[in-house]
Each structure stands twice: as structure tokens, then as C-alpha cells.
């Protein structure tokens, strides 16, 4: 089983939004016992609130189904029960390495440094565009795959 964290600042819009996406294609390839898939944050700021409405609307409108959760923080237990920690940008990669300290295994990467561009996910809390946003992770979660040959 492959084991995926998306991490992003709050785990209300960016992560969230991977988890379900990766999830959606997961499920459409009928490959949803292969993997297990949640998202955190890496600050403490939206832990426990519900996932962005601007997030929930933008997958809604696609037919990807959004589940009912509440914003976690990433642990540094974390780090030996997943396979890939994968956060949004750069300064996710900072703060999930002050978290779990070392990345012996090469565990830690950025979602679209998986692509043939490799770049930041722009935080929709703060541009508003969750259109751009899903484009950014569905590229992501598709390089992701191949990358891993599935």
C-alpha cells in the first residue's frame, strides 16, 4: 500500500484538495485499496475547522467527492507511516522538514516538482483563483502517478 500526506500551510484548502483529487483518480482507476491518502497543515492557525468552501465548491462542481473533516497538523510521528510527504511549496518544504526533523528516505517532495514544470501551488486563501489552484493539483496528482508508474 502506498501511503501519501499532502501538506500545506492550513489543511483547508491546498492539501485538502489534493487528498480528494488524488483519491478521485485513484478511485477511478479502481486502485483505492492500494492507497491510503490524508492531508495536514504545518501550522496550528485552521486546525479543526472544515475544509475552505472555495475548495469544496470548485471539487463539488467537478463530481469529486469531498468528505467531512477537519484540519490536522502534520506530527513527526508522521514521517514513518507514510511512503511520500508532499507539500504545495517551498516554504511548506521548510516548515515540514523543521517538523519531522531529517528525511533520511527522501520522502519529502513538492506536488509539482513531480511535473515537467516544476513550480509553487499558489494559496487560493490568498489569490482567490481555486480554479488555478485545482489545475496546479490535478497536474500534480497525474505526474505523481506516472511518476509512479501507476
Given at each position: 500500500?502506498?501511503?501519501?500526506?499532502?501538506?500545506?500551510?492550513?489543511?483547508?484548502?491546498?492539501?485538502?484538495?489534493?487528498?480528494?483529487?488524488?483519491?478521485?483518480?485513484?478511485?477511478?482507476?479502481?486502485?483505492?485499496?492500494?492507497?491510503?491518502?490524508?492531508?495536514?497543515?504545518?501550522?496550528?492557525?485552521?486546525?479543526?475547522?472544515?475544509?475552505?468552501?472555495?475548495?469544496?465548491?470548485?471539487?463539488?462542481?467537478?463530481?469529486?467527492?469531498?468528505?467531512?473533516?477537519?484540519?490536522?497538523?502534520?506530527?513527526?510521528?508522521?514521517?514513518?507511516?507514510?511512503?511520500?510527504?508532499?507539500?504545495?511549496?517551498?516554504?511548506?518544504?521548510?516548515?515540514?522538514?523543521?517538523?519531522?526533523?531529517?528525511?533520511?528516505?527522501?520522502?519529502?517532495?513538492?506536488?509539482?516538482?513531480?511535473?515537467?514544470?516544476?513550480?509553487?501551488?499558489?494559496?487560493p486563501w490568498y489569490t482567490g483563483n481555486f480554479d488555478k489552484t485545482y489545475e496546479d493539483i490535478l497536474e500534480g496528482c497525474r505526474a505523481f502517478l506516472k511518476r509512479i508508474n501507476i
Amino acid at each position: 500500500m502506498t501511503k501519501v500526506m499532502f501538506v500545506c500551510l492550513g489543511n483547508i484548502c491546498r492539501s485538502p484538495m489534493a487528498e480528494f483529487v488524488l483519491k478521485d483518480l485513484v478511485r477511478k482507476r479502481d486502485l483505492e485499496s492500494e492507497f491510503y491518502i490524508a492531508s495536514s497543515a504545518t501550522s496550528f492557525e485552521e486546525i479543526g475547522n472544515g475544509v475552505h468552501y472555495g475548495t469544496v465548491e470548485k471539487l463539488k462542481s467537478l463530481n469529486i467527492p469531498v468528505e467531512n473533516r477537519a484540519a490536522t497538523k502534520l506530527k513527526s510521528s508522521d514521517y514513518d507511516k507514510y511512503d511520500y510527504i508532499i507539500g504545495m511549496e517551498k516554504s511548506n518544504i521548510i516548515n515540514i522538514m523543521r517538523i519531522i526533523g531529517q528525511d533520511p528516505e527522501n520522502k519529502v517532495y513538492r506536488l509539482l516538482d513531480f511535473s515537467e514544470n516544476p513550480r509553487d501551488i499558489a494559496d487560493p486563501w490568498y489569490t482567490g483563483n481555486f480554479d488555478k489552484t485545482y489545475e496546479d493539483i490535478l497536474e500534480g496528482c497525474r505526474a505523481f502517478l506516472k511518476r509512479i508508474n501507476i
